[in-house]
């Protein structure tokens, strides 16, 4: 597992652990980690699904609410992406989606999970900042993911002002199309001040991305 540490302006140190094993998301439960990457590659039958789908070009922007009753019933996912029901893959995309809800419930004791699944043809969140939620989990299924900055590499107070955003790419970090990433934001109990830094990729004309967000509800 890849662990990495700088150590912000406040002198707190800051890290993110990355791994190959669904384990390394456990990592978020830490004091002082704000991200934590599952480095995984996509099961072919699912990445062919995800990018067959954006081949269609159609519109997908999908939000459910769910109530998880405990660790052992499966979370209902039924409509999610019920248009695309008839391409190949899309039980397998289904499965994986509803194995992410169960995973994070049980990881932070989630009761209510928020999902929205999205196909995006443009960045919906241009500028880099942080969220205002105790975690979030964000995986792109297709295209391109998320990007994101190690602590020190902009000045926390000018998030959301263009010119303040570093010009380096050196500094932009990404995670991979399939890896699967917690977010911690600024509502996580002690974190406050320290919510990763991020932003969605810019799209070139005719890119397109499938991505998943989790939210902790309650």
Known sequence: ????????????TIRQQQGATPTSLSGIL????NLAVWNRQLPLHIADFATLLLSLNEPLAQ??????????????????????????????FIADVSWLVSAFACLLGARRIGVR???????????????????????TY????SEWLREGAMDRRQLGQAAAEPQDDRLIQKIGSGEVALLKGEKWHGNEGFGLIHRSPHLDPGE???ILTLDWLS
């Open 1 to 12: 597992m890849l662990t990495l540490t700088p150590v912000g302006l406040s002198g707190r």
């Open 30 to 33: 830490d004091d002082g980690v």
């Open 63 to 92: 939000s459910l609410s769910l109530e998880m009753v405990d660790d052992e019933t499966e979370p209902n996912l039924h409509g999610l992406a019920s248009d695309f029901s008839d391409l190949e893959g899309y039980e397998g």
């Open 117 to 139: 699944l999205r196909v995006l043809d443009k960045a919906m969140c241009p500028r880099f900042h942080v969220d205002h939620v105790p975690v979030r989990l964000i995986t």
């Open 142 to 145: 297709a295209g391109l993911g």
């Open 208 to 210: 397109r991305r499938l």
